[in-house]
């Protein structure tokens, strides 16, 4: 079965300064992967998605993501924070079902 | 606008009181299932649906219910409510199987049982 593990479940960061958000999975295949954002009183919605093609994904609002087979993981990162990032950022990956991490809460502070 | 609408979006109720969540989506896909939301535990899948009239249990079945009648149309069911099914309830709904397709979320249900 797959998992998925979001090593931080709160980070600050000051606004202007970059964002790295780590995600770890376990999968014994070549999964898909997701990065999706949930701001306040929101529903999920998809930053970015990697199936395969290339490693490094680019999604919207400047986040792009770096699949590494190696090291299982999949980071969210943004060179430069803005307040409207504020939110909360699931990792999903997926094969016959979709799993969720538990979530990593983003704070930007001005 | 291609969307997943669930209704209602906020509902306080009382133990033992029967409700229905409706989850319609008007993007012909064939995947739906629903999640709950609760503080540090991420989303949960309740049931998932692969097609009309085929459901099947997801990591937290217990104290639901649901149907696929239409392709459309995903309801969730609480038949006996419970306090400690006070959540944030998700539907989602994508084309085909998981593995590359995307979910596309409704704006949740926040459903409180006293």
């Known amino acids: 079965a797959q998992s998925v593990t979001q090593l931080d479940s709160h980070v600050s960061v000051s606004e202007g300064t970059p964002v790295l958000l780590r995600c770890n999975y376990s999968?014994?295949?070549?999964?898909?992967l997701f990065w999706y954002v949930q701001h306040p009183n929101k529903g999920l919605q998809l930053l970015l998605k990697?199936?395969?093609?290339?490693?490094l994904v680019k999604g919207i609002n400047g986040f792009e993501a770096e699949f590494k087979k190696s090291e299982t993981s999949f980071h969210l990162t943004k060179p430069s924070a803005h307040m409207s990032d504020a939110a909360e950022y699931f990792c999903?990956?997926?094969?016959?079902?979709?799993?969720f991490g538990t979530g990593t809460s983003l704070t930007v502070i001005p | 606008e291609a969307q997943v609408t669930q209704n209602p979006r906020y509902l306080i109720t009382v133990t033992g009181k029967k409700l229905t969540v409706t989850c319609s989506q008007n993007?012909?896909?064939?995947?739906m299932s629903w999640y709950r939301q609760d503080p540090g535990l991420g989303l949960r899948q309740i049931y998932y649906s692969m097609n009309v009239e085929v459901t099947d249990k997801g990591d937290v079945p217990e104290g639901y219910k649901v149907s696929r009648k239409e392709k459309r149309n995903f309801p969730l069911i609480l038949e006996s409510p419970s306090p400690n099914q006070t959540s944030l309830y998700f539907c989602?709904?994508?084309?085909?199987?998981?593995?590359?397709?995307?979910?596309?979320f409704g704006a949740g249900s926040r459903l409180t049982v006293l």
């Open positions: 999968s014994s295949y070549s999964p898909s």
């Open positions: 999903v990956v997926s094969d016959l079902q979709f799993y």
């Open positions: 993007m012909n896909h064939e995947y």
């Open positions: 990697y199936t395969s093609a290339a490693t």
């Open positions: 989602a709904s994508s084309f085909g199987s998981p593995g590359a397709n995307v979910l596309t």
